[in-house]
């Protein structure tokens, strides 16, 4: 059961905001390589708002997907993109449907 979460938002930079949806929508296929990462949804919060969350089983699922490819790409563009640096919260699932 995936009990496990990261929960990351972060902002775009005025005009930036249809490069960084379509940067975490070219992004599914790293995540579909991950086997750790159960679940993973890009999400648009606001007109400039954006968003990660992604669930796992175990600590190192969780680890793997911190230190693999979509988070590397997001941190080299981030300057480009990005109004600051991603705020990445450590998530616990209490329940889920």
């Known amino acids: 059961m995936e009990n496990l979460a990261l929960l990351a938002r972060f902002e775009a930079k005025p005009g930036k905001e ?3 949806a379509d940067f975490l929508k070219s992004a ?9 990462t159960i679940r993973w ?7 400039s708002t954006f968003g990660i969350f992604d669930t796992f089983t175990d600590d190192a ?7 693999g490819e979509i988070a ?3 941190m080299a ?4 993109l ?8 450590k998530v616990k ?3 889920f449907k």
Not at 41 to 47: C, D, K, N, S, V
Not at 61 to 67: F, K, P
Not at 77 to 80: L, Q, R
Not at 82 to 89: A, E, K, N, W
Request: glycine letters at 10%; charged letters at 20%.
């Open 77 to 80: 563009s981030a300057e480009e």
């Open 18 to 20: 249809q490069q960084v």
């Open 82 to 89: 990005l109004v600051s640096t991603p705020v990445i919260d």
């Open 28 to 36: 599914l296929p790293l995540a579909e390589a991950e086997p750790g």
């Open 72 to 74: 590397k790409a997001l």
């Open 93 to 95: 699932i209490l329940a």
């Open 61 to 67: 699922g969780r680890d793997a997907h911190l230190g």
């Open 41 to 47: 949804y890009a999400l648009q919060i606001g007109p």
